[in-house]
C-alpha cells in the first residue's frame, strides 16, 4: 500500500514564542503571521512485510536534501504507538521542493506531509487536528519550530492569534488579491540556537506586532512589521541590507523568512518582473517564485 501527502513551506514574518516547560508540548509553539506557498514537502509512504528483522523503515529525501531524520522518525514512531504495526517496513520518501534551514518551514512541511500520509496507509483515521499534533509535537521535541505545523495546517496568509497545535493553536485568515511570493535565500541560520540566544528580545515586539497586524490586516504593512522585526532582533546580513536597500529605492516592500538568510516579496503579480530582476542581480542567492497556497496541509489522491 501507498499514501501521498502535500504540506506547503510557511514563511514567518515576526512572532512570540510560547515555551513554558511546564505545559505539554501541543500547548507550546507561537503566536505571529506569514504565510503558505505552493511549494512545499510531498511525502510518499509505501509499506510492506518486514523481511529484514534489522531494520523497519527507510528515510530519503529528493530535490533539496535535510541532513536530519530525527522529525520524520518522531512522527513515525508516534504512529507506531496506534496499533500492531511491528511486521512492517516503511518506505518513506519527502520530495522537498524548497531550501532546507532557509525559513521557509521545511520541518514543519516534513512532519505534517509524513504525519498525512501515515494516518490514511495504515488506516488509523485520526481526526486532522490529531494528526496535525503528532506533526507539531514532533517540531517542538526536535526544537526545530514553533507555529509553521499549525500555520501550514491551514494554509494561506495568516495570523496565529493563539499558540499551539492544531485544534489548540488558532489562527485568522486573512483574505487578500491574487499576489505573487518572491525569495530569495542566501545561507541558513539555526533555528534552535537562534532560539535560545534571542528568546527574551523576541518576544516583546512580536506580541505587539500581532495585535497590530489584526487591526491592519494588509499584506503590505505585514511586510513592513517583518523588516522592522528582523532589524531589531539583528539578523540581517549585509548582503540582505544591500538587496533590501534597492527594493526600498524601487519602493518595493519585503520581509525577512524567519529564521534564514531569506527575503521575501509579497508584490502584484504585475510587478513580479521588477522584483526578480533585482533579485537576479545577486547570483549567489537561490530564487523561489510562488503564490500563496490557500489550502493547507493535504492528502494527494494518487
Not at 118 to 127: A, C, G, I, W
Amino acid at each position: 500500500m501507498e499514501a501521498t501527502a502535500f504540506c506547503p513551506a510557511h514563511v514567518t514574518g515576526f512572532f512570540k514564542a510560547f515555551l513554558d516547560e511546564t505545559q505539554v508540548s501541543e500547548e507550546l509553539g507561537s503566536m505571529g503571521a506569514g504565510f503558505s506557498i505552493k511549494e512545499g514537502v510531498t511525502t510518499s509512504v509505501s509499506i510492506y512485510p518486514k523481511t529484514n528483522q534489522n531494520s523497519f523503515y527507510k528515510i530519503s529525501a529528493y530535490g533539496y536534501q535535510s541532513d536530519k531524520t530525527d522529525v520524520s522518525e518522531y512522527v513515525l514512531n508516534e504512529f507506531l504507538k496506534l496499533g500492531n504495526f511491528g511486521d512492517l517496513f516503511f518506505d518513506i520518501k519527502h520530495k522537498i521542493s524548497i531550501p532546507v534551514g532557509y525559513g521557509l518551514g521545511s520541518s514543519g512541511a516534513v512532519a505534517l506531509s509524513l504525519a498525512y500520509a501515515l494516518d490514511k496507509v495504515l488506516q488509523t483515521e485520526l481526526p486532522h487536528d490529531e494528526i496535525g499534533k503528532i506533526a507539531h509535537n514532533a517540531e517542538v521535541s526536535c526544537k526545530t519550530g514553533l507555529g509553521d505545523v499549525l500555520a501550514s495546517y491551514h494554509g494561506g496568509f495568516e495570523i496565529r492569534v493563539k499558540p499551539g497545535a492544531p485544534g489548540i493553536g488558532k489562527v485568522e485568515k486573512i483574505n487578500t488579491k491574487p499576489i505573487s511570493i518572491i525569495m530569495i535565500c542566501f545561507s541558513p541560520i539555526s533555528t534552535n540556537k537562534f532560539l535560545k540566544e534571542q528568546l527574551p528580545q523576541i518576544n516583546g515586539l512580536g506580541g505587539k506586532m500581532v495585535s497590530q497586524l489584526l487591526e491592519s490586516k494588509n499584506y503590505e504593512h505585514f511586510q513592513d512589521m517583518s523588516l522592522e522585526f528582523a532589524k531589531y532582533i539583528n539578523v540581517i546580513s549585509p548582503r540582505m541590507e544591500k538587496i533590501i536597500k534597492e527594493f526600498t529605492l524601487n519602493k518595493i516592500k519585503c520581509g525577512v523568512a524567519l529564521f534564514g538568510e531569506t527575503i521575501f516579496s509579497m508584490i502584484s503579480q504585475e510587478d513580479e518582473n521588477k522584483v526578480v530582476e533585482i533579485m537576479e542581480k545577486y547570483s549567489e542567492g537561490i530564487i523561489v517564485k510562488s503564490e500563496l497556497d490557500m489550502q493547507g496541509a493535504r492528502l494527494l489522491h494518487n
